[in-house]
Structures are given as C-alpha cells and as structure tokens.
C-alpha cells in the first residue's frame, strides 16, 4: 500500500524547519557581521574626526599622565575639559562612552570617570589597536553608564582604534575605544529577519501545498496501477490454474489404453479444469448416424437417453459441420441451442466445442453449468486452446499406437526374414553337401563308363558296325561333357564350405597364375592381355584367382571373330576395390545382365560356344564370399566389362 503522500509531509515539514533554522542562523550571522562592519566603519570615522578635534590639543596631557595616579587623573581639570569636550561632540550621536588608553594600556580617559586609570594592556581589542588594527564586537549590556545616564538593555558595538598623528599612516599615539549603540539595528535586523524568514517559509508552503497536490495525485495513480497490476497478478494466478488444471485434464492420456478409454478418463478432468457442473463427450456413431458417448460426468440419465435419440440436436450437430464452437450464456434465449432439453435437466448455460484430430471433427465436447452466464463468449480461446490440446493428445497416441503397429510388423517381418535366412543357409548347406557328394559319387561310374567305351572303341578284334562306331563316339563325348558339369558343380559346391582362410594376396601374382593356366586359350586365340598395377587385396587367393581365369577364360570364349584384346583394371572406389576386366567381344544385350550369373543359366547353345553355364554363377559366390558385388555393363557386340568390387 502507498503512503507517498504521508512522507512526503512529513519529509516537507522536517525540510522546512531545517531551511528555517538554517536561513535565521546564517541570516543573523551575516547581518550581524554586515552590522559589525558599518559598525566599526563609522566608529573609526568618528574617531578620527573626534581624535583631530581632541588630540592637537589634549595630547600633551594625555600622552604624559604617567606621573599622575588614578585620582588625580579622575580629578584632573584636564579630564573635565576632555569629557565636557567629547560630550558635546558626540551630542545626539549614538555614541555612548569613550574611552582613551596610552600606549601601555593604560585607561587615560573614560566617559564613566571610575574606569580611568584601569589597564588594559592584555585586553587583545587594545593589542590589535595598538598594532594599528581596528578591532570590534557586538555585545548586549543590561545596564551600562553612558555619557549621560545608567542606560539599560542596549546592543553595543564597541571597537578599539588606534589614534594616528599625522593622517592615516602616521604614528599610533593612543587608542580610543568607542561604544556605539545599535539596539534600534539589532532590532530592525531581528524585524527583517523575521520578515524573511516568514516570507521563506510562506514559499515554502506555497511550493509544499503545489508538490503536494502533484505527489497525492502520482499517489493515487501509483494505487491505482498498483490495483491493477494486483488485478492482473490475480488474472494471471487464475489463468495459471487453468492452464494447471488443463494439463491435468490431459495427463490421463497417456496411461489410457484406447482413444476411446482416453476420451473417457478426460471427462473426469473436464469438470475441475473448467468448473462446469455436466461435461460430455460425443462421437459420431457412424453405423447408425447418432453419437455415442465416451464418457460423461454430471448429466441426468433421462437427458443422455434423449440426447442419443435426438441425433439432429442443432447445436452440436452445426459444430459437426462447422467446427466453430457454440458458447451459449443462456439457453433459455440462445436460438443455436434449439432441443432446450438442457433446461429441463436443470442446465443454463453451456459451450459445445469441436475436438479435431488432424483438421477434422472427431467428437464435440459439451460442457454445461446450472449457472446462467457461466459460459461467455469471452472464454471462447480459452476452452478451444483446451479442446486443441486434447485433439493434440489424441493425434500423438493416434501417430504413437500407428508407430508401434508399424514396429510390431517390422519386427515380425524382421523375425520371418531370420527364420527364412537360416532356413536358406540349412538347405544351401545341404544341396551343397548333396552336389558335392553327387558329383564326387558321380565321377567313378563315369570314369568307368569313358574308359571302357574308349577301350571298345579303339579295340580293332571286335567288329563294330559304322553306326555304332557313331553311337560310342556320342557316348565317349556325352561322358566327357557330363565329366566337365560334374568338375564344375564340384568347384561350385566347394567355394562357400570349402574355402581357405582370407590373406593378403597381390592381385597382380594371381592375375599372372589365371593367364598361364590359359595359356592355351591366349595363344590359340591370338588373345592379346593387359593390365593396370593391381593392388595387394586380403582374400582367398585360389578362388580370386579361379574369378579371373573365369572372366578372362570367357572373355576369350565369347570372342567376336577377331584377336580378343583384355584389359584388367583397378580402382579405390569408398572402403572397397573395384575390378574391371574389360573385353571386345560379342557384348551382351541389358535385359540378360542379371540372369547369365545364375547358374546353369546360357545365352548360347553347345554348338555356338561350348560350356556349362556354371562359370558366372562361381563368380557371383566368389565375390559374395568376399561380401563384394558382381555386375556386367555391355552392349551386344559392343564387347563386355565385368566389374566386380572387393572390401578392403
Ligand atoms: P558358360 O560360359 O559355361 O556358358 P558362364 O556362366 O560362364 O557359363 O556364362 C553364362 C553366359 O554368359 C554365357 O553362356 C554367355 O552367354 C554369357 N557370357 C559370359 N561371359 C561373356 C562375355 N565375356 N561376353 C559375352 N557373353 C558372355
């Protein structure tokens, strides 16, 4: 609370003594000192004039009484002469006594007749004069012996002059002491000190009176801002509780396990968190085009069963559509709220507000009060800022359980794909096992088969027709090709479970091994082989080397009726190499590239290029086994670049 006003009196009024006693002190000091100047001013001119009259002709005695004692001094007829003298001259004059000292400070002469004779040699009035300073001061005598009478009660300023012969600057003879009477001054002084003084503190008043109007008047402002600003502090307390309470409406969402158990246990918070009396939350029913209600508190059971048989009812279906809330102050009055079962139940005022979830209606929360006006218009950002939030609460769960469900099947799509890898890898094992034993059981009865048909065929005792001449010949070589498949499934078979352990190897000494074993092939075919300086790679040497006889085995193949010039490369491409072995052979067209590396898999027959479709399928293991890529980039008769990339 303010009390500007009080201290600023009581601060005025303890300023005001304070100029008052300050102004009359420092007043009185510099009239007095003002006075004790004129004062000692006329008393020297006095003096000097009184001295010119006197001393001509009284300073023979005056200056040698040192042989007279202090009677006959008093009794002098000299002494009567001087005193009749300086009577007359200071006549009507306010001068009243004088005094006259040798230069010892000896009291030659004195109007009150029993000082004469007295010393005053100590006297530092006398000394100053003595050493030609005037000196003065202002005293107050009750009673004092004046030329003439015993005067009484009378302010005096007595000054000590020093008497010169021979004008201002001539030697000091004697000294004179005057008394001067400036009662009538000290009293006019203390009159105009007065009269100042008075005026002052009238202005003084004055400039309280004008300040104190303008401090009452900043007071009452400052009482006023300060009650609003109290008001506001108050506002802004409620509206913290409010915004307390709807983050309390909302905290139950997250525990809740539905959206529609969610809405349920918002009801429960609705009421504290707006002070309504009925809080209701509707859905759409869609199948049957009323509402459903997820949860209410305070409504009466007949107004919930009318309610849902009443679908149309106006207000909340226009907030449906519109989702513009409705606030209405008054029902009895509110045309928007048209069913008025509210009233029956007992309800005065109520607010229908639109909950959205992702910019679209999805229920309409119906809040109602027994107290008419309880909604107003005013409360509108309020309560919309409350629904906004619980649309917000509900998007998140919405987006979260949406989230989830999307986890929950990746991870069982996660968990399909486990199972299905180490299903793949057990049968990969197996057909592996299978072909590897197949092939290796396949090879003996094989053997047999070649070496007896060879042995028949070249055996001249026993007489084969021309036809089957021709049909050994077929078996023979049928034996030979099935003998080629069977080395190849073998290698196939052996590379994911027989390899050998991963070392540095340099690619240009597995290069050069892959060209001798061809050598047959480079030479028949006038092949000509180039390459950059390969890098040292960690790998299974024997199989990158079988990866390059292949590559290069078929780049000779597949040649296109001219010399087949190769070219093998190789580059830093991020954490890995990337090989190129590059021919200009018959090219490949872009639709084949991925299927030639699965095995079995032919562009050609038998006849056109001999092979069993299995070389490119042992690349492909090969550089997988390495955790590298295998790809082809070609054109058909535009030669081929195989590319394959090893980690390291
Ligand atoms: P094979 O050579 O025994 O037929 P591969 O697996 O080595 O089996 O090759 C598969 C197919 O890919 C071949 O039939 C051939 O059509 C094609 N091919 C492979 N290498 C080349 C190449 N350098 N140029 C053109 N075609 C090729």
Known sequence: MFRLARYFSLTSLVTILIITGLLAFFYRELAIRDLLATGERHNVALTRALANALWPKFSPFLTSTEQLNDDAMRNHPKTAEIHKFLAQAVKGLSVLKIKIYDM????????????????????????????????????????????????????????????????????????????????????????????????????????????????????????????????????????????????????????????????????????????????????????????????????????????????????????????EPIIAPDIAIDSRVKGKLQLDAGFLSCAFLPLKVRNEVRAIIHLASTKKGYFQESQRDRLMAMAHQMGIAIENRELFEEVRAAKDTLENVNRKLDQQTVELQRSNAELEQFAYVASHDLQEPLRIITSYSQSLEKDNTCQLSDDA???????????????????????????????????????????????????????????????????????????????????????????????????????RRDKSWLFRVQDNGIGIAPEFAEQIFVIFQRLHTREEFPGTGIGLAVCKKIVERHDGKIWVESQPSNGSTFCFSIPG
């Open 104 to 323: 010892k400070g000896r009291t030659v002469f004195s109007s009150e007749a029993k000082q004469i004779g007295e010393n005053k040699s100590k006297n530092a009035g006398f000394l100053a004069a003595r050493a030609g300073m005037a000196a003065s001061e202002i005293t107050h005598r009750d009673k004092f012996s004046a030329f003439e009478q015993v005067i009484e009660d009378r302010d005096l300023i007595s000054s000590y002059i020093p008497v010169r012969v021979d004008g201002a600057e001539g030697p000091i003879e004697g000294v004179f002491e005057l008394y001067y009477d400036v009662t009538e001054l000290m009293d006019s002084m203390a009159q105009t000190q007065r009269t100042v003084i008075a005026g002052v503190v009238g202005l003084l008043a004055l400039l309280y009176v004008i300040l104190y109007l303008i401090v009452r008047h900043a007071d009452r402002v400052m009482k006023r801002q300060n009650d609003e600003l109290a008001a506001a502090n108050r506002r802004l307390e409620g509206l913290l509780e409010e915004v307390s309470a709807l983050y309390a409406t909302m905290s139950p969402l997250d525990s809740a396990d539905t959206i529609t158990e969610m809405l349920g246990s918002v009801v429960e918070r609705l009421l504290p968190a707006t002070g309504a009396d009925a809080a209701l939350i509707r859905l759409r029913d869609m199948a049957n085009g009323g509402f459903i209600y997820t949860g209410q508190r305070g409504f009466p059971e007949s107004f919930l069963e009318e309610a849902k048989n009443k679908p149309a009812d106006s207000a909340v279906e226009t907030v449906f559509q519109s989702g």
């Open 469 to 571: 001449k021709e049909d050994l010949h077929f078996i023979i070589d049928a034996a030979k090709r099935m003998r080629r498949l069977i080395e190849d499934l073998l290698a196939y078979s052996r590379i994911g479970s027989r390899g050998n352990p991963f070392q540095p190897a340099d690619v240009n000494t597995l290069l050069q091994n892959s060209l001798n074993s061809l050598a047959l092939a480079i030479e028949d075919s006038n092949a000509v082989v180039t390459h950059d300086n390969l890098p040292t790679i960690t790998c299974d040497s024997g199989q990158i080397e079988q990866l390059l006889q292949n590559l290069v085995g078929n780049a000779i193949k597949y040649r296109n009726g001219q010399a087949p010039k190769i070219h093998i490369s190789c580059q």
